[in-house]
């Protein structure tokens, strides 16, 4: 009886080590970022970013992180929206939330800066914009402000 045993307890273990590994194996698979040529540009309150090609980027799943000289605002813009703290309302394109929501070759986002968001936007400032799309680095672009 013992061989049985044996036998019965090494195809159970077996078993449930496939089912670990399926497991493991089935689970949620990496999301790849969507790869494509951004480019910003800053004026004394506006941000632009022109999609100049590669992947449409759904701006639901984007996460944009906004910093000027080095130091993050205050306020990040929420995407889309309409109006947030910090932000002039009325964005423009997929930025906007009453608009489509992917950004596509030869499309242009836009949003504002408050001035009580701090830090400001002025010339000769230099911004940067991190963007992720489901927490995966999509890019990072720096601009000058430019004096509107």
């Known amino acids: 009886m013992a061989p049985v045993a044996g036998v019965l307890l090494i195809a159970i273990t077996v078993v449930l080590a496939g089912g670990v590994a399926a497991a493991a194996l089935d689970g949620p698979s ?5 790869s494509a040529v951004l480019s910003l540009s800053a004026t ?10 590669g992947d449409p980027i759904d701006v639901s799943a984007v996460t944009i992180r906004v910093s000027i000289d080095g130091e993050p605002l205050d306020e990040q813009p929420p995407l889309p929206f309409f109006s947030a703290a910090g932000f002039h309302p009325g964005p423009t394109g997929p930025f906007n ?27 000769g400032r230099t911004v940067t914009v991190d963007i992720t799309a489901d927490g995966q680095p999509v890019a990072s672009l720096e601009a000058s402000v430019e004096a509107g």
């Open 44 to 53: 004394d309150d506006r941000i632009a970013i022109d999609h100049r090609g």
């Open 30 to 34: 990496a999301t790849v970022p969507p």
């Open 97 to 123: 939330a009453a608009g489509d929501d992917t950004l596509r070759v030869g499309e242009t986002a836009t949003f504002r800066v408050a001035d009580t968001n701090d830090p400001t936007l002025e010339p």
